[in-house]
């Protein structure tokens, strides 16, 4: 099964392939889909499939916010709309993966 990580591109180039719509939320339901779907099957998770977990908490650190709310709300109260989310979860993945991982796991403890 393909890793969570290298559907990025692919939903980032086409969204609605993917996505019922273009939307924040109908991007959280795939994530979760896929990862209730990668337990189902016993698989494990990768290193990459691990990389978008430490993402997603990255996420929470970045907007200072602690919240029962889930990352997709944080991200939609600080984006325009459901489509202005979507695009922004991909520009943070792209900021995430240019920043010093030493400060990731600075930020995330």
């Known amino acids: 099964m393909i890793s969570f990580y290298d559907l990025l591109p692919e939903i980032k180039k086409r969204p609605t392939l993917y996505l019922s719509r273009y939307s924040i939320f109908d991007f959280q339901s795939f994530y979760y889909g896929y990862d209730l ?57 792209e900021k995430f993966q240019n920043c010093d991982r030493s400060q990731v796991s600075l930020v995330v403890s």
């Open 37 to 93: 779907a990668k337990n189902q099957l016993g698989l494990p998770k990768s290193e990459k499939d691990q990389e978008f977990e430490e993402f997603l908490l990255w996420l929470r650190a970045r907007y200072k916010i602690e919240t029962t709310q889930s990352w997709a709300s944080l991200i939609l109260f600080h984006s325009l709309d459901e489509r202005d989310a979507l695009d922004r979860v991909f520009d943070l993945w």
